[in-house]
Nanobody
Framework: QVRLVESGGGLVQPGGSLRLACAAE????????TGWFRQKPGKEREAVSC????????EYVDSVKGRVTISRDYAKKTVNLNIENVKPEDAAIYYC???????????????????????WGQGIQVTVSS
């Protein structure tokens, strides 16, 4: 089965750290630029960050700039998203997704990124509460 699986969500306290991981089943995630997105209730899905196959990262949401880190763990074959100093507005369902075709870099604009997504994970809930 070919799919993306997110892990690490759940309850995070305000001011705490959020750690999410995206793993691939059935294919090698190292071969694809991988993005993280989030969707808040009643809002459209937005791109948070994207990691290319050459370890170049792009950030799309102003509200997380300076707090977000995206990285690849080549040993675990994951693309990880870390958000520090978590705020209530970070609560959302977080999704990872791969850019098509294989090897394509992350677009600099969010609108372009959404057009080249080939596969989505099922999403994982992140709740921010004390």
């Amino acid at each position: 089965q070919v799919r993306l699986v997110e892990s690490g969500g759940g309850l995070v306290q305000p001011g705490g750290s959020l750690r999410l991981a995206c793993a691939a089943e059935g294919f090698n995630l190292d071969d694809y630029a991988t993005g993280w997105f989030r969707q808040k209730p009643g809002k459209e899905r937005e791109a948070v960050s994207c990691m290319s196959t050459t370890d170049f990262s792009t950030e799309y949401v102003d509200s997380v700039k300076g707090r977000v880190t995206i990285s690849r763990d080549y040993a675990k074959k994951t693309v990880n998203l870390n958000i520090e100093n978590v705020k209530p507005e970070d609560a959302a369902i977080y999704y990872c997704a791969t850019v098509m075709p294989r090897g394509r870099p992350c677009p600099s604009q969010e609108s372009a990124l959404l057009q080249v997504i080939g596969r989505w994970g099922q999403g994982i809930q992140v709740t921010v509460s004390s």
